[in-house]
């Protein structure tokens, strides 16, 4: 009998041990939610089933089996028991929303590490540890909390059907591991959100950044922390050379502002690369592209290398594609890529999203170290899917027996290797038009409830 204001433990309920997570709980580490838990003085008042540490990993497991309701993770989770009822939905939505943000947040913070090291030179250029920075929004439940705080998109036809949440990430590029990320209301500009990822980024990373980061103040900043740069340019900034390099390159320099150009003042010494391409087959074709780099040893880091190094920023947008595509997608019953209908719900859903990709990745990593090939040469799709199907299999006693049931599983993963990647065009299509429905309105968001029956709204012509 558990005395009146103690929650038990999972350990303690026996069948609501959530059995199936064992893998989840020893990939992420078993200790660490308590732990969390206590450090935050999370403590239930009365006797309750669903208890912090219960629905800690319960939030968790949403983030690998994204395609089930809340009651069928639930369910998933934990084995049948004859005479044990399983929890409602609304009590699960309350035990969710009492954990809040916080306990989801800081668990990550603890388990997120970076997966490249020198000895894996996939995720290095000549001692410099690949990182990117790159935005993406995801499509919320249509609900007037979230519609309030991250506001919907604009467009020429009126606002966007989804209200969106912007997330801004750090990635390592050599394992697809996301690193950090910010979230803020999808009107926000993703370069505001840069100063959210500063404490991440270290003097030991190599940041490559697309046309829309670049700005002198962003750059002095960041150079100025240590961290060494490759972004690409837009059009506009005049940059004369000052010293042309033996590889084609030259060392110019970045103003505050026009004034101060004119004037040459608070200049900031860059290296640029200017480049086109000849094959008419390529997106960008005849357009000259300008990359900006702090690397300015050209006998070290050479032109070409620099060139083709800045396009394996693309690796960004593939975890991205992992994240919205595979792993969250739309489905039917599932109107929005993520579940939650009020704003603290979908910043705990995203950190569940976020750390359960990472626990993919990080035995994608260890698979792949195993195997001696890179970690992007395996498949995400297979390695997520093989995770899903193992998961519930693994033996929830000793150390051992779970050490036989991770080998296998990396073993496994190690089978799932990708062709070598294709020459490949991609044009700045779409696949499919708009509607030719009239759009949903602000009226029609909710609809007002009918006040007659079908039967009562009928009326036949004579």
């Not at 935050?40 to 629905?55: A, F, K, Q, Y």
């Not at 003097?203 to 960041?222: G, T």
């Not at 979908?346 to 626990?359: G, K, M, R, T």
């Not at 390695?383 to 929830?396: A, D, F, Q």
């Amino acid at each position: 009998m558990t005395r009146q204001g103690h929650c038990p433990t999972p350990q303690a309920l026996g069948p609501i041990d959530l059995q199936r997570l064992a893998g989840l709980q020893q990939c992420i580490g078993s200790a660490r939610p308590q732990q969390v838990l206590t450090d935050l003085g999370r403590r239930n008042r009365s006797h309750c089933r669903l208890t912090h540490e219960v629905m800690l990993w319960v939030v968790l497991a949403t983030g690998v089996l994204t395609d089930l309701p809340l009651r069928e993770v639930f369910r998933h989770a934990s084995r049948l028991i004859p005479g044990r009822r399983l929890p409602g939905r609304a009590g699960l939505c309350r035990a969710r929303k009492r954990l809040g943000v916080e306990p989801v947040r800081r668990l990550w913070q603890q388990v997120v590490r970076p997966l490249a090291f020198h000895h894996r030179p996939s995720g290095y250029y000549k001692g410099w540890h690949l990182v990117g920075i790159d935005s993406t929004v995801l499509d919320v439940p249509d609900s007037p909390a979230n519609a309030r705080v991250f506001g919907r998109p604009a467009g020429g036809r009126g606002d966007g059907a989804f209200p969106q949440v912007r997330k801004l990430s750090l990635v390592e590029l050599g394992s697809h591991a996301e690193l950090a990320f910010v979230l803020k209301p999808c009107a926000a500009s993703e370069g505001s959100m840069v100063a959210g990822l500063r404490r991440q980024l270290r003097p030991d990373m190599l940041l490559l950044c697309d046309r829309n980061f670049f700005s002198y103040a962003r750059w002095h900043e960041l150079s100025g922390r240590g961290v060494q740069l490759l972004f690409r340019l837009q059009r506009g900034p005049k940059l004369e050379p000052i010293r042309r390099l033996a590889d084609g390159s030259y060392l110019a320099h970045i103003y505050p502002t026009a004034s101060d150009r004119d004037r040459d003042r608070q200049g900031m010494v860059v290296r640029v690369i200017r480049y086109t391409l000849d094959d008419p087959q390529r997106t960008g074709h005849g357009e000259i592209h300008t990359l900006l780099t702090t690397l300015s040893d050209a006998a070290t880091y050479p032109a070409t290398e620099l060139i083709l190094l800045y396009h394996d920023r693309w690796e960004q947008e593939l975890v991205y594609d992992e994240q919205k595509t595979h792993q969250a997608p739309r489905l039917a019953g599932k109107e929005a890529q993520l579940r939650s209908e009020t704003p603290a719900g979908v910043v705990q859903e995203l950190y569940a999203l976020s750390l359960a990709h990472y626990v993919t990745r990080a035995l994608m990593a260890a698979a792949a170290a195993e195997a001696g090939i890179a970690p992007v040469r395996l498949s995400f799709v297979s390695c997520l899917r093989i995770l899903r199907l193992r998961l519930p299999e693994c033996p929830s006693g000793e150390w051992a027996s779970w050490r036989g049931w991770y080998e296998s599983l990396l073993a496994e993963m190690g089978q799932e290797k990708l062709p070598p990647r294709r020459n490949r065009i991609n044009p700045r299509v779409i696949k499919r038009k708009m509607s030719k429905f009239p759009k949903k309105r602000p009226p029609h968001r909710p609809a007002p409830p009918l006040k007659k029956k079908f039967v009562e709204a009928i009326v036949l012509e004579t």
